[in-house]
């Protein structure tokens, strides 16, 4: 008997126009034709030579994509049932708050002991710290409230002044707190560089979606969760405390705050917590689309009244013909039949299979 296994650290599953597999340990995605992963799973746990008795009429194709998967590391035969079991989808933090973005901007904090507070509190690691028109020393000070917090990963984000930041002042910050693990600039100018400094990018003004990871941790919080909004807490320029930066709906002010208490109830009131649990499985599009396990993806989810969550603005990315907004044969999604706003949610199946038939069949005889 020999029985058809998925290695344990990788993970197979269906989207509209095409199935994918991610192989954690390198990195990879593969992509496969949806039918025939539907063929494997509908005969999980039987041997392969039932599986192809009881699907006599697709054992050619059934066979090409066994050798497919096994050629790339995907599935492997094994004469035991049970050898490598399935991915556990457990919850892999224990921090009721995973990432604080906060704006400074002229050094006006005056509550920084609660934020510090906040991330004790609340095991917070990760941080992304944008610095508005902050003078040097402002910046310093900054930083040097959190050398001796918790944070193990702050992402700074400068706008870049003349004669202000250089290499030498970036040294001095990585020296004063060990935890700058990257440092950005919003509008340095054309061709610039910092000599000798690691970590250091240009950061583009423009906000693309989606940014994909392949990692087994964001594969597992996007089962349940939001992989953006989940567990991220945001103050801003004039101290307002929301979600994330692109959220509508304020939650009061630092500076309003009398204690850290007065913050936790904010954080873990259901209001503040209300979209960390609508994962892209539950919003339409994102849930037909085959990188919606890997995509951190900055746009706040709309509910509708009826029920289901819709974007406003619409993906780069069309999963219904599998296409980039910068590629030859993109159609938005207006045009492919499909519609998602605040009054519901239709795909028109036909006119997406004849967009495909003639995308793809005119791609192929090009190929040749």
């Given at each position: 008997m020999s029985f058809l296994k998925k290695f344990t650290e990788t993970a197979v599953y269906n989207a509209y126009s095409r199935a994918i597999s991610i192989d954690f340990t390198i990195g990879k995605i593969y992509f496969f034709q949806p039918k025939l992963i539907d063929i494997i799973e509908s005969f999980w746990g039987i041997t392969i030579e039932q599986m192809m008795i009881e699907n006599r009429e697709n054992t050619i194709e059934l066979e090409s994509c066994i050798t497919e998967l096994i050629q790339k590391n995907i599935m492997f035969i094994s004469n035991?049932?049970?050898?490598?079991?399935?991915?556990?989808?457990?919850?892999?933090?224990?921090?009721?708050?995973?990432?604080?973005?906060?704006?400074?901007?002229?050094?006006?904090?005056?509550?920084?002991?609660?934020?510090?507070?906040?991330?004790?509190?609340?095991?917070?690691?990760?941080?992304?710290?944008?610095?508005?028109?902050?003078?040097?020393?402002?910046i310093v000070e900054i930083i040097q409230v959190f050398t001796h917090s918790k944070l193990e990963s702050i992402e700074c984000v400068f706008d870049y002044i003349l004669n202000e930041i250089d290499s030498f002042f970036l040294e001095e910050l990585i020296s004063i707190n060990g935890a700058i693990t990257s440092m950005k600039f919003a509008n340095l100018p054309?061709?610039?560089?910092?000599?000798?400094?690691?970590?250091?990018?240009?950061?583009?003004?423009?906000?693309?979606?989606?940014?994909?990871?392949?990692?087994?941790?964001?594969?597992?919080?996007?089962?349940?969760?939001?992989?953006?909004?989940?567990?991220?807490?945001?103050?801003?320029?004039?101290?307002?405390?929301?979600?994330?930066?692109?959220?509508?709906?304020?939650?009061?002010?630092?500076?309003?705050?009398?204690?850290?208490?007065?913050?936790?109830?904010?954080?873990?009131?259901?209001?503040?917590?209300?979209?960390?649990?609508?994962?892209?499985?539950?919003?339409?599009?994102?849930?037909?689309?085959?990188?919606?396990?890997?995509?951190?993806?900055?746009?706040?989810?709309?509910?509708r009244l009826q029920g289901g969550y819709y974007q406003i603005n619409e993906c780069n990315f069309n999963p219904y013909i599998t296409k980039w907004i910068n590629e030859e044969g993109y159609q938005s999604l207006q045009e492919c039949g499909v519609i998602s706003n605040e009054k519901g949610f239709s795909i028109d199946h036909e006119k997406i299979a004849k967009i495909n038939a003639l995308l793809w069949d005119e791609e192929e005889v090009e190929a040749e």
């Open positions: 035991k049932k049970d050898v490598f079991p399935d991915i556990i989808y457990n919850e892999l933090s224990y921090s009721e708050i995973e990432n604080i973005h906060i704006i400074f901007k002229n050094s006006k904090f005056k509550n920084l002991e609660i934020i510090v507070d906040c991330i004790d509190l609340f095991k917070i690691k990760a941080s992304k710290f944008n610095f508005k028109n902050c003078n040097k020393l402002e054309e061709n610039f560089q910092f000599e000798n400094i690691l970590h250091v990018d240009l950061l583009s003004e423009d906000i693309h979606y989606p940014k994909f990871t392949t990692s087994f941790n964001l594969f597992t919080e996007s089962q349940k969760f939001n992989t953006y909004l989940n567990k991220k807490l945001f103050i801003g320029e004039n101290e307002e405390i929301k979600n994330a930066l692109e959220s509508d709906k304020i939650f009061g002010y630092l500076d309003k705050l009398d204690s850290i208490d007065d913050l936790k109830e904010i954080i873990k009131s259901s209001q503040f917590q209300k979209f960390w649990n609508i994962s892209k499985d539950l919003i339409d599009i994102c849930k037909d689309c085959e990188f919606r396990h890997i995509c951190v993806d900055n746009r706040i989810p709309h509910q």
